[in-house]
């Protein structure tokens, strides 16, 4: 069995989205991490929010089932409600709910606070804990749809963008926040709003492109929202590859079919490789790689969310089929910039406005995102060239080059995700012949030594040896160990099979 486990002590109690992606244990922060604290008796601003978060807190739900539907039944059609929870319940829901979050001015008018102004589906049949907890939640996402807090004015002219962050439960499992913002139709100087999607489904095109109905039908009228996305939620989700078709009826339009396809490559739907590669050379991707895949403390800087959202997710992606286990933050809203000072690895997105507030910090990588930068690397350690095989990068980089500049998404995401993918392939794609497993044991056990010293590339040979000391490896072969009878498979299983057969077909060429 893999020993390599990094137990953590609870100490001090954080905001749960800090919480790692997947995590099956109890994880928290040293005491050493700094609170935010000011003089005794006044909170700093990560503990005056640990109570706000505490209300993404779930029970586990038991395997073999779903996640309980909080979407109460409406008592006048029992039936269709009925088939409508069973669908969520199942994972197949589009969306939990929507909401609009706008800025409204304090009561003291010096300034603005985001607000809750419309809510589908409403909830009201609640019992008073779960409209507290509700209420806390959505408290927490106005924070996200507007992470700068209360430093607004009225504007004239606003360029609509689209972003995404994720809420992590304390059993690991997610639900994903989808934004976009937007200036409301009217006339004179007025502020921003945001339209917010909370799923527990991860497709940023989709949902981009839903916003794209939803604003189109905000322009005319607040109540147009309601029959397209009461519509959005009976219909089923689509399978990889396929396409559900949404009948809809616009005033003055008439009927409208909107078709919303699904990507037949599901475990990139939530990517976008073009934000990345847009804000940085494949050299520098290279590097970020490097750092990300032995979890260190990344921070991404840039202006605009959505270059934030789709880049950090954009990182993680490249570490398929392995998952990034700790925090991640793809828009840190600037009342918990403190997050920073966490000693333990992030990948954390923060507006460029903040820079000051992290650039202070040392052992991290800083990487700047804008058009206007100056470098790339504003603070890094130094070594990440250093830390991947040298034949290895000049081959994913190879790879990377055989990309066109008239590719789509799709065609992207493939040639992208396929360079890395084949990195793991090479570097540890023979974990399964060293995983053992005896007819009495419940659970196999992997030979650490075995696996690490089949590796012929002293260079590949040194790399595995660090990469065997994270989370996203450990827990992987644990996953492994712990499902004995479950076959191997998807691509990244498919592609181990096809270098194999490549190696075999070479060896027998040279005898």
């Known amino acids: 069995m893999c020993q390599n486990m990094h137990r953590l002590v609870v100490t001090k109690e954080y905001p749960l989205f800090l919480l790692p992606l997947g995590a099956q244990r109890v994880v928290s922060l040293p005491d050493a991490v700094p609170s935010g604290e000011d ?5 700093g601003p990560l503990k005056r929010f640990s109570a ?10 038991d395997k073999g089932r779903g996640a309980e539907s909080t979407v109460p039944l409406d008592p006048d059609n029992l039936a ?15 969306f939990e709910y929507l ?22 589906p409403k909830r009201d049949m609640m019992g008073r804990s779960q409209k507290e907890e509700e209420e806390k939640t959505l408290k927490a996402i106005t924070l996200f749809c507007f992470p700068e807090g209360i430093s607004w004015a009225p504007l004239t002219e606003y360029r609509s963008e689209t972003f995404s962050f994720v809420l992590t439960e304390i059993d690991g499992s997610r639900r994903n926040g989808y934004c976009r913002r937007l200036l409301p139709g009217g006339k004179g100087a007025r502020p921003p709003e945001a339209y917010c999607i909370i799923s527990s489904l991860a497709c940023f095109g989709l949902f981009s492109k839903i916003f794209d109905e939803v604003e189109k039908r905000r322009q005319k009228s607040m109540a147009m929202i309601y029959p397209f996305m009461q519509k959005l939620r009976e219909a089923p989700f689509p399978a990889p590859g396929n396409t559900v078709e949404i009948k809809s009826f616009i005033p003055e339009s008439g009927t ?3 078709s919303l396809t699904r990507p037949l490559d599901s475990w990139l739907e939530h990517v976008d490789f073009a934000a990345l590669f847009r804000c940085l050379t494949d050299e520098e ?10 979890e260190r403390r990344i921070v991404f800087i840039a202006e605009e969310l959505s270059t934030l959202s789709q880049v950090i997710h954009a990182v993680a992606a490249l570490l398929y089929p392995f998952t990034w286990q700790h925090t991640f933050i793809s828009i840190v809203p600037e009342i918990l910039i403190d997050v920073v000072m966490a000693p333990t690895p992030y ?3 923060v507006q460029k406005r903040l820079l000051d507030q992290v650039t202070d910090q040392s052992d991290l990588l800083v990487v700047d995102l804008s058009e206007d930068k100056q470098k790339t690397f504003i603070v890094s350690n130094g070594d990440e060239s250093s830390i991947l095989p040298p034949k290895l990068q000049s081959e994913i980089l190879q790879a990377l080059s055989n990309r066109k500049e008239t ?18 392939v090479k570097t540890v794609g023979h974990y399964t012949s060293y995983v053992k497993y005896s007819r009495a044991a419940e659970r196999g056990v992997f030979e650490n030594r075995s696996f690490y010293k089949a590796i012929e590339s002293k260079t590949t040979r040194h790399f595995v040896k660090k990469f065997m000391q994270t989370q996203m490896f450990d827990l992987f072969i644990q996953d492994l160990e712990q499902h004995q009878s479950r076959p191997q498979q998807g691509i990244f299983h498919e592609k181990i099979l096809e270098y194999q057969e490549k190696k075999k077909r070479e060896k027998t060429k040279k005898h």
Not at 100 to 105: I, N
Not at 285 to 294: D, Q, R
Not at 409 to 417: A, G, I, K, T
């Open 99 to 120: 909401v609009v979050v706008s800025l409204k001015k304090t009561k003291d008018g010096s300034s603005y606070e985001p607000q809750i102004t419309y809510q589908f």
């Open 52 to 61: 706000l978060f505490a209300s993404f807190r779930r029970v586990k739900p």
């Open 347 to 349: 990948l954390l997105g």
């Open 285 to 294: 991707v290279l590097l970020v790689f490097a750092a990300t895949v032995l």
């Open 256 to 258: 409208e079919i909107i």
């Open 407 to 424: 590719s789509t998404m799709e065609e992207l995401n493939r040639v992208v995700s396929e360079a890395f993918l084949h990195f793991f």
């Open 80 to 94: 269709d409600n009925s088939s409508l929870q069973h669908r969520y319940v199942s994972g197949q829901y589009f």
């Open 39 to 43: 003089e005794p008796g006044e909170q």
